[in-house]
């Protein structure tokens, strides 16, 4: 198996690291071209890009899993290949081809194997996939060239703490409108969350929740992850809005629940003042996998649901299974874990 690089591996948190390779690829007069592995963390564009003034971008997030028997698993990367087109669709940029995408990412875990954390330290190396609209323009309307990349860094626990129990803040501010870019992961909705962001970390929060952009009524989405709950029947809900990025560890989870666990699922409304028939509740999302609620404060309201000090069984169980999957130690569903290939590693 390959030597890794000398990092505290248990204490990595979530940071920028410049490793040795990344991937580029060019779109220009309507291909993409000069694809492959570069060793320049830094980009030169045209001052008057569309990313830089209008916000033409979309990215991705994923991970690659070293496994006990050495190989590395990356997981759904196809999932995050469909979605990376939608967004591409919604912004008027040009689709990154699945195959291309794994391929891609599979490159760049090679060409940096030696940062892809040990097995049983439950680190991994995170993927960040991005493209941008680039080249001389002005006007508002869609670049004529792209930049894709796909840049990697070795993380930890997204959340400090991992499955404990952290507050959250019922935001008045919005990220997305429901027919506007919710559903697509691309930096403007990132830039709109910043400052509501910001204000619950200062009331000392660990981040926001949005509610439905409408009424105000309902839970949205926990800032950059998405929303689960444990109802006392033992259901797995999750909101259904528009508004939503939709979120390939929410949907695997809730395979989980209703395939390995057999429990009901149903993507419902989760109203804010009929919170009380929730057990348990969390954020997911690929960086934290899961953050449980412990305590939500909506106006002067403070509202605890499984507990502000401990996980709660079921997410618990579903953490577990998740997590296993992902570092092989348990049995994916078909088509769930694509592997890197091991004469590279
Ligand atoms: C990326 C993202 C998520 C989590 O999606 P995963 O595919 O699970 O990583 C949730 N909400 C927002 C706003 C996101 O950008």
Redesign the pocket.
Known sequence: MTQTVNLDWNNLGFNYMNLPYRYRAYFKDGEWQNAGLVEDATITINEGSPVLHYGQEAFE??KAYRCKDGSVNLFRPDQ?AKRLQKSCQRLLMPEVPTEMFIDALKQVVSANKEYIPPYGTGASLYLRPFIIGVGENIGVHPAEEYIFSIFAMPVGNYFKGGLTPTNFLASEYD?AAHKGTGQA?VGG?YAASLFPGQQAQQQGFSDCIYLDPIEHKKIE?VG???FFAITKDGKFVTPDSPSI?P????YSLLYLAEHHFNMPVEETDIYIDELDHLAEAGA????AVISPIGGFQIGDKFHVFYSETEVGPVTKKLYDELVGIQFGDRKAPEGWIVKVDEAKL
Not at 247 to 250: A, C, G, H, N, P
Not at 284 to 287: L, P, Q, R, V
């Open positions: 997030g994923l995050n990220r992961k909705n989405e950059s992850a998405n990025l979120s390939v560890t929410k997911c999302g690929t960086a």
